[in-house]
């Protein structure tokens, strides 16, 4: 069965990370902060989903 939470956040940290690059953001405005919560998010849900 898909994993619709985890799609929705790797959509997210994808759409982010493209808007970042384009735009040349430096570390430490918003959408790079999110970027990390994203990571960490990811991180935790697919360690939970291991056991």
Not at 23 to 35: A, D, S, Y
């Given at each position: 069965?898909?994993?619709?939470?985890?799609?929705?956040?790797?959509?997210?940290?994808?759409?982010?990370?493209?808007?970042?690059?384009?735009?040349?953001?430096?570390?430490?405005?918003?959408?790079r902060?999110?970027?990390?919560?994203?990571?960490?998010?990811?991180?935790?849900?697919?360690?939970?989903r291991?056991?």
């Amino acid at each position: 069965m898909a994993d619709l939470y985890l799609k929705a956040l790797e959509s997210e940290r994808k759409q982010l990370w493209a808007t970042c690059r384009l735009k040349g953001l430096p570390v430490g405005t918003p959408e790079r902060t999110r970027i990390a919560a994203l990571d960490e998010l990811i991180g935790e849900h697919k360690a939970k989903r291991k056991g």
